[in-house]
């Protein structure tokens, strides 16, 4: 596929809102089409226009799990990028750039961070080089970097006269401009890129008509300007291989929660949850494979508060019902939250960790929202959390949290992260036979539609389970409260009733813990019979697992131990693994080591080692093998906090 | 909703046999007799209302109907009931809500909701005071007044709930009475049949903490003669017909807002305002999804026989299939 | 003081809005300025009018620290009372009650629980006894109870024509005859009954005078009618004694803000918080020892949301500023919290734990807000925790959680509950020496206004700690936010910035956990160097020390291990006790033993036995003695849930 | 407060060295333009002025103001802000916050504030859309509207943010809009002037999102005038006057509603109400307690020289001492 490694690394980078996503997904759909594996990053700030975004994407010949922090072809078309970004290029590898940003002092640079700006140019002097992007090219190169200029400004007037468009219609194809420089260095037949680029402009004819031709000028300049022969990579398409989907973590769990069943859904917008929303907006109609029409019910609410109190009526009524947000929004839905466990509600809380405490890093990756989403909410309220490692796990667990839900009537927290929300994947299509629907005890209507009197739904049972009622079912009509309540659920505050209800309803996640069955709780990866014993869970699953690769390859056994079910926590399941482990690493993206404390706290085992990041950015494959090595080989100290300052 | 068919009931249906905690003499005792009279004179089964109740006193009614009762959050009555009338709209669904609960902590959502237009009967009990947390002053009780319960006079102004939900949109909005429970009665029963938000505001003595409006205040006993009257006695019409040209809605607002301005010894009470311009917010789900009324998220199908979803995701794939 | 024994557990019951409070305030006070110990104890429900309330007044003439559950004296007025709490009453011990209520049907008392009703009936009926009040008083009879029955009605008919005031007025002072016949009964002079009940009506002295009157009026009728020679017990009062405060928690935390600085406090009303603003708008002027007048500014807000938002905002200014509330209105601060963790704002939470989850039982007591309160937010926070385990402490932790707040800049959440709030007790005065006001680093104005830029309010340092501007303060501008920021306070997304502002906010964790002195953390009560350890926290204490004590007379080592700082947890003070402990008993008002997790996670030790409650209400001591000596002599089950039905 | 005799200031001071990260063409630069101008004719120094934003495009004013600036939450600008100003009374507070903060999440806090009066400036940025969140319909987006950032028309009614400010009880209200520069200052300066909750409602296209109300729609572009006009120019007079009639008041009601309903071809901005009659909740709490403008919670001296408390609680201690 490439000369020199079986993978590539693209990056491209530039300000919000100038079409970087655009770029990007003309090349991760280029490279799918292609039959190619494709592992996508994006990081943004939170601002709409101006800021610097860059989007990773990964692509092999086989999948991939994680995004690598060395880039080996870097595309940009202003100077931001190339500060920010042509450190991480590897010799042999690439950087194509506006000629015209050859030469821009880095103070120039609007929204290069200070500490950037600072670092880079201390970086710079140490080197003898200039505090400009030509300093940084030339650093560059000496570090044994192609570097391209590109003329993108004649290129674009040579397009406006070829199709005799305005030049500033022709100016709006940069982007595409800039990823067919690339693919053309890499020899990657522009077919690709004209259907990649076509699906992305999908229906817009003229567009892909103004772009189609575009490409075809890149690749022309490419062929006859460029020397590519230094550059070291290539890009071939796969000969035979099966249509992938190209999803993104927001576009999993919406599809999981269609598959599972949901009909309602609220919202209210906030980082990184919204996209899923208005994914399911965008398609709240779809068949059913009975004939009838599908449809789901997506209401956009004035604050968290409605949305969590909103789900939790609906879902009242026999609706599966959900919400999705961030940690801002999951704070103000703490109140409700309890009401939810207090009336045995089914209801699914999707929540997407961001970086925290409090507004933080609205648009960038944290996973310390763990031990606040077992412990939110005053007093014992049972709840089931679980967390996805992939997008693959986000697709089947968003449909089976309303199985939890229902099962074990309680609130369902389904968490996963910025990263995982942004990744963006090719996957097979998901399987919907393997979709089961399980709605737990239901409570059928009775023919008599007044009754013989009120419906004991709390009645406590050795399993803490009782039947429910949908609101709205002849001859069954009972009261729900969050006060104490009896079995008809009117308020006590009887102290015997009160042990009774208590015990009911903790007595749940007893029965969730003995039902659920191990492999949803639990996976082991690697060797499992080794020793080396990694801990985690969520979406640092995809590091960790290219990491095992690896180290594998260098013949060191290692297993990763990835925790699905959160709470109630599997300690039974864990222990053995704990007690072998040696040593026993856990990594997480937090200060804190959430789930180390959860470790202690339930089976008395706690990490040797840590390995956290909490820079607001995902670990990368590569970076926690090498750390993963250092432990291995004794070298590590045993608090290790993974810093890039160029992310 | 045909109901004319069904055998008639009395309201005794709709009383359960638990002992009400209210003390005695509490407005709240009138509201909920005007409920189970409204709901036995539209004839609705017990199974298809739900009573979706704040905490406060006023939030401890839907136990004091026999129908399916929700006992919320302090503030947060109306999105629950939102959620379960967009789950289910063949269900009826009844607010009953404190001031405080409606405008201090539950304020925004009251404003929001005004803004849906969705389907339910909001029913505030107005006492001016916090019952339930001992009597501090409520959202509704005017600036210096200082009842029994008050250590000092009232530091916040008050806020007019007929000018709020006309501000936040509601399109019917009315003021009863909890010791008038016939005119309640046909406030409540208007209130359920209109199709959208209905707002009514309940003036609601509370004798353990509120010696200011009392039920002799209202009575005017001091000043020798009623002060409650009814608007429509007066000839008021509260209709904004559809289609209703920009002059009559002018003239309509401005009549309203005189007559929401009144208080004192003259208080009008009745139906403020119908608005017939803007349809329910199900009717615009209804238009988004297409077959939102047979099939609303509460009945939809979700699984064949052997537990498999029905959910077909084929199309959806298409689209981000890479081909 | 009494015949057989040195103490009297006394009660009074009757519907709420009966003038239960008063009854038990009138015969609090009287013995309270009679020189006795006083220590009371309400239980009432969630309601204004009509359900059930009782106060047990426990007197001695030594100080108590809790309640006892059987009762040596019950006044009753009115059926239910009679029918609830006629089975606590001792042998020897005696029951008032209201002749017309001697033979009244269980199914006629409106407010007797279902459950309660059921359990009395059948043990009623094994005693072959009819399920009336008739039944009850027979029963306590055949256990040596003595029953008095008061014709109420003929008391107050004989005040009305005495003083000549219509009945229904002197019928006003039946709580005060009931109070005064049981006083009658104990031999307790009749003049500290006539000073305590002129001190609940100060003022009023028109009401005094015919209370007066009906206090002469009951004892006389007790001397003519009563032959109390059966009643086993006395109460004598005491010769020379200081002056003590009466107080209940409430107040005591109210006190403890106002000496220690408190200038803003918001609050929403919510039990069993309410009272202290309450007490504090009250008492919001106060004279100052410079000559000053002090004053508080004490703002009702529309919800909690606003509460602690508008608390944080005037801390900003320097205010020293707090809010109180309880655990439904605390899960609604959960955002805002967050945002003072971020901002450094010293704000104190006085977090009022009731029975949860969700609306639970608002009036009844519980512990189980402990690990929300220290989870509580998204991401990684810090925050101080402390808990009071009586009065005093109240007092004194109330003023000192400023300190804490101030010189750690954070919030301080400070945890009392409902049994402390409505705990009354006999005190010493506080000692306002003691109150020592420590304000933190702050930045003095400088005298230029403009100052020369924007001043580094974050600033990271050794300890995390920077120094703090009060905004007014001319020449320092500069921003705060939620958002990650720089030492401007300014938004940033930099990796680099964002892991050293996460590393100085919790490294000030770090600090506080250094600084704070051990005495300050962790306290340990009985014998140090017994192994026998009971481990608990916050309200519990009181009645843990009468175990002890009792523990101790009958020749039992145990020592008590209070933690009193449980964020950060003080692991290192505990592990000492830890470590030798044999057994480690675990004591909290919860279903899942929130302190064992703490000790767990951080120290790898957890309890051997567990002595939990959740009925809502609290512990007693003598109930706890007797548990714990089951524990001792081995013969316990580990998890021991301590059951009241008749509470 | 006497600031005329300070030196004169010029905008610029007010103006801090850093980018601006809005999208090229905001409304949003209008607005903080104008804050410059008007805190510079004011001449109050930075140190005296609190800049206080909720969160959103909106919600980043406040790092465009060299003065204190906090950065609050979603929602919760306002009782930030009360917090500052009420526990130091000194300082000049100015709420910025969008309309989705102010009217969505933050509603119950918008409408309790004017119950309270509390001296502040708020500074609503109208676009009528979720500007940081991509787009989504913000609460004054009228029904059924589709810019070009939804997938759907508008589900949901607008509310009118001056009704709301009405029915609250705001008592300065005004318009303005966010490329008439000079007009806003003149709106600013008057609102930081009025002693109460100056509520302040300003058009600002966002012409990333909102392409129904651009600044060419307000220019009217499509029929040819301006869809704005100045109401003080028609001599609208918004004044009630202290101890006002019923009549006086009920007038200028009619007329503020009347000109709070226009919208279309021609839009009012300038000054809608200016209510003398009630006062600011500073003057009630200092009636209260007496001392409050002197020391307020802010500077109020806590301990003596040796850092013990200055409180004397005996005169309390007497009250609870059992002698
Ligand atoms: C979040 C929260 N805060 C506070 C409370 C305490 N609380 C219970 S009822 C109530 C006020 C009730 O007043 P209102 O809504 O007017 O009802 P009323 O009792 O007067 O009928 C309050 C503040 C609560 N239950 N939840
Ligand atoms: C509790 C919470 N929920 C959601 C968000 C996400 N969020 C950020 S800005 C915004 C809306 C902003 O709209 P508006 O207030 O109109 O301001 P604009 O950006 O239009 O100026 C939302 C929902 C948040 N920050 N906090
Ligand atoms: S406190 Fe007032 S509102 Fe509540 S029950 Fe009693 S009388 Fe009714
Ligand atoms: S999105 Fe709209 S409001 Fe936000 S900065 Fe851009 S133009 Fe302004
Ligand atoms: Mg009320
Ligand atoms: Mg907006």
């Not at chain 1, 993104?248 to 769990?253: H, L, Y």
């Not at chain 1, 998901?430 to 629907?437: A, Q």
Request: hydrophobic share 40%; net charge negative.
């Amino acid at each position: 596929m490439v000369k020199q490694s079986d993978e590539l690394s693209w990056r491209v980078g530039g300000p919000q809102g100038s079409g970087v996503d655009t770029a990007a997904g003309i090349f991760q759909r280029a490279c799918a089409i292609a039959g190619l594996h494709v592992f996508g990053r994006r990081e943004y700030y939170s601002n709409i226009k101006g800021r610097h975004s860059y989007y990773d994407v990964r692509v092999a010949h086989y999948p991939l799990t994680s995004h690598r922090e060395q880039v080996d072809l870097l595309v940009t078309f202003e100077p931001e990028s190339l500060a920010r970004h042509a450190l991480a290029v590897v010799p042999g590898g690439a950087i194509v750039y506006n000629v015209r940003d050859a030469d821009v002092p880095l103070e120039k640079i609007t929204f290069l961070d200070a500490r950037v700006r600072a670092d880079l140019t201390a970086y710079l002097a140490e080197h003898e080089l200039p505090a400009t992007t030509a300093g940084v090219l030339e650093d560059a190169r000496r570090r044994g970097v192609q570097v391209y200029p590109v003329p993108y400004n004649e290129i674009t007037q040579q397009l406006a006269e070829r199709l005799g468009v305005p030049k500033a219609i022709a100016d709006r194809t940069l982007n595409t401009i800039a990823v067919s420089i690339s693919a053309a260095m890499l020899d990657f037949p522009a077919e690709y890129v004209v259907r990649g680029m076509a699906h992305v402009f999908k229906g817009r004819q003229k567009i892909i008509d103004l772009n189609t031709e575009a490409i075809h000028l890149a690749y022309q300049y490419v062929h006859e300007h460029f020397d590519t022969e230094p550059f070291a990579f290539r890009l071939d398409a796969e000969k035979e291989h099966p249509p992938r989907l190209l999803l993104n973590g927001n576009q999993a769990v919406g599809l999981g929660k269609l598959a599972g069943g949901l009909t309602f859904q609220t919202y209210y917008p906030i980082s990184p949850a919204t996209d899923e929303s208005v994914f399911l907006e965008a398609h709240s109609t779809f068949p059913l494979r009975n004939g009838q029409q599908g449809s789901v019910v997506i209401v956009q609410t004035e604050d968290e508060l409605s949305a969590i109190a909103m789900a939790s009526g609906a879902a009242l009524t026999g609706a599966r019902s959900a919400t999705a947000t961030s940690g801002p929004g999951f704070s103000l839905m703490v109140e409700a939250l309890g009401w939810a466990s207090m009336n045995e509600v089914p209801v699914v809380i999707t929540l997407y960790m961001r970086g925290g405490p409090s507004t933080g890093m609205p648009t960038r990756t944290d996973q310390a929202d763990l031990l606040f989403a077992i412990r939110a909410g005053h007093g014992d309220a049972p709840r089931i959390v679980l967390a996805s490692g992939d997008l693959e796990e986000a697709f089947y667990d968003a449909a089976q949290a309303f199985n939890y839900a229902e099962r074990y009537q309680m609130p369902v927290i389904h968490l996963v992260d910025k990263a995982l929300a942004s990744t963006t994947q090719t996957l097979e299509p998901f399987d919907l036979r393997r979709v089961h629907i399980e709605r737990g005890l239901i409570a059928p209507p009775l023919s008599s539609p007044n009754g013989t009197g009120p419906y004991p739904r709390f009645e406590p049972s050795e399993t803490g389970i009782s039947s429910r009622v949908l609101v709205g079912t002849p001859g069954r009509i009972h009261w729900f409260t969050g006060a104490e309540h009896t079995e008809l659920g009117r308020v006590t505050e009887d102290p015997v009733v009160r042990e009774r209800m208590m015990e009911k309803r903790m007595r749940k996640l007893e029965t969730a813990a003995r039902e659920i069955p191990p492999e949803e709780k639990v996976r082991v990866y690697g060797d499992e019979h080794a020793t080396f014993t990694i801990v985690s869970w969520g979406s640092t699953k995809g590091a960790i697992l290219e990491a095992l690769r690896r180290l594998a390859k260098k013949g060191v056994r290692a297993r990763f131990v990835q925790v699905r079910l959160l709470w109630p926590f599997p300690a039974d399941e864990l222990r053995p693994y704990l007690e072998d482990a040696d040593p026993l690493v856990v990594t997480e993206l937090s200060y804190s080591a959430h789930i180390d404390a959860l470790l202690r706290e339930t089976t008395g085992i706690g990490a040797d080692y840590y390995v956290l990041k909490y820079s607001g950015r995902p670990f990368a494959g590569e970076v926690l093998y090498t750390v993963f090595q250092r432990i291995h080989a004794g070298d590590a100290e045993r608090r290790i906090v993974l810093h890039n300052p160029w992310e | 909703m045909a109901v004319a068919t069904k055998p008639k009931v009395t309201p005794k249906i709709y009383k359960p046999e638990f002992p009400i905690d209210w003390c005695p003499g509490c407005g709240d005792f009138g509201i909920v007799n005007a409920i189970h009279q409204a709901l036995a004179r539209l004839n609705i089964p017990r199974h298809q209302v739900a009573v979706v109740g704040g905490i406060g006193c006023s939030g401890k009614a839907q136990y004091h109907v026999s129908t399916y009762g929700v006992h919320t959050l302090h503030g947060r009555p109306v999105p629950y009931a939102t959620g379960i009338r967009l789950a289910n709209p063949h269900l009826h669904v009844i607010v009953v809500s404190g001031d405080g609960d409606s405008m201090a902590i539950g304020a925004g959502h009251f404003v929001n909701a005004g803004r849906r237009n969705v389907n339910f009967t909001y029913l505030m009990f107005n006492n001016e005071v916090y019952g339930l947390t001992k009597g501090q002053a409520g959202p509704t009780l005017p600036l210096g007044l200082q009842t029994k319960s008050l250590p000092e006079p009232n530091m916040n102004a008050a806020v007019n709930p007929l000018m709020l939900a006309l501000a936040s949109g509601y399109t019917w909005i009315g003021r009863g009475y909890s010791y008038n429970i016939r005119h309640l009665v046909n406030l409540i029963v208007q209130a359920i049949e209109h199709p959208g938000s209905a707002f009514l505001d309940i003036l609601q003595p509370c004798p353990t903490y509120n010696d200011l409006h009392t039920k002799e205040w209202f009575a005017g006993e001091d000043i020798g003669h009623g002060r409650l009257y009814d608007l429509q006695e007066e000839g008021y019409d509260p209709v904004i017909p559809q289609d209703a040209d920009e002059d009559t809605v002018r003239a309509k607002l401005l009549r309203f807002i005189e007559k929401a301005q009144e208080w004192g010894d003259r208080i009008p009470i009745g139906v403020f305002l119908v608005n017939k311009n803007i349809d329910m917010y199900e009717e615009r789900i209804n238009r988004r999804v297409g077959n939102y009324f047979e099939t609303p998220p509460a009945v939809r199908p979700l699984a064949d026989e052997n537990g498999i979803t029905l959910t077909d995701l084929s199309p959806i794939f298409d689209e981000y299939l890479m081909t």
